[in-house]
T-cell receptor, first 110, second 115 residues
Framework: DQQVKQNSPSLSVQEGRISILNCDYT??????FLWYKKYPAEGPTFLIS?????DKNEDGRFTVFLNKSAKHLSLHIVPSQPGDSAVYFC?????????FGAGTRLTVKP | ETGVTQTPRHLVMGMTNKKSLKCEQH?????MYWYKQSAKKPLELMFV???????ENNSVPSRFSPECPNSSHLFLHLHTLQPEDSALYLC??????????????FGSGTRLTVV
């Protein structure tokens, strides 16, 4: 029962352009959404989050958009930098239950 | 030392062995978690502890046994594992189960291989 899905296992973007990472969920009870970034040989690190009562949250180059009617959220990175190359996990929370997607590997080419 | 520290980083064990994974956090967090990450699969929640009390056991086989002696330490005891248990085991902590403005803080994980 995969309640959080990241359908693109990989994404390649040119440096300076926008990276858009997508995530879909099925449980309408999720009330909080998060994005994590993971480098090889390290644990995931928290990047940005959004409450279900909002539709946008921005932090520097990172913006998360939430479309509750479509049960879809996305992470925009602009401008993309080579150091952004990592695996990005989407997560959604309902009470004490946090569900993760399988991740999208982003490669930013110089 | 800050953050979440997991030891060992790598572990190879036979199916009849008994080993333990250790997690330690010095962030003053009250909730701690064990996750399993298998290749190309989502992170799977295994156990949740809140103020040293187990609040979640996500249908994990009994060959995995967690222990939380205090809010700073979390162990995962392993015995008679199967090769399909080979995965990256991640420990995480958060200030509380409800306060997640800054998400979880994850350790670097233990890469477990069962032979």
């Amino acid at each position: 029962d995969q309640q959080v899905k990241q359908n693109s296992p990989s994404l390649s973007v040119q440096e300076g352009r926008i990276s858009i990472l997508n995530c879909d969920y099925t449980n309408s009870m999720f009330d909080y959404f998060l994005w994590y970034k993971k480098y090889p040989a390290e644990g995931p690190t928290f990047l940005i989050s959004i409450s279900s009562i909002k539709d946008k949250n921005e932090d520097g180059r990172f913006t998360v958009f939430l479309n509750k009617s479509a049960k879809h959220l996305s992470l925009h990175i602009v401008p993309s930098q080579p150091g952004d190359s990592a695996v990005y996990f989407c997560a959604a929370k309902n009470n004490n239950d946090m569900r993760f997607g399988a991740g999208t590997r982003l490669t930013v080419k110089p | 030392e800050t953050g979440v520290t997991q030891t060992p980083r790598h572990l190879v064990m036979g199916m009849t062995n008994k080993k333990s994974l250790k997690c330690e956090q010095h962030l003053g967090h009250n909730a701690m978690y064990w996750y399993k990450q298998s290749a190309k699969k989502p992170l799977e929640l295994m156990f949740v502890y809140n103020f040293k009390e187990q609040t979640e056991n996500n249908s994990v086989p009994s060959r995995f046994s967690p222990e939380c002696p205090n809010s700073s330490h979390l162990f995962l005891h392993l015995h008679t594992l199967q090769p399909e248990d080979s995965a990256l085991y991640l420990c995480a902590s958060s200030q509380s189960l409800q306060f997640l403005n800054y998400g979880y803080t994850f350790g670097s994980g233990t890469r477990l291989t069962v032979v």
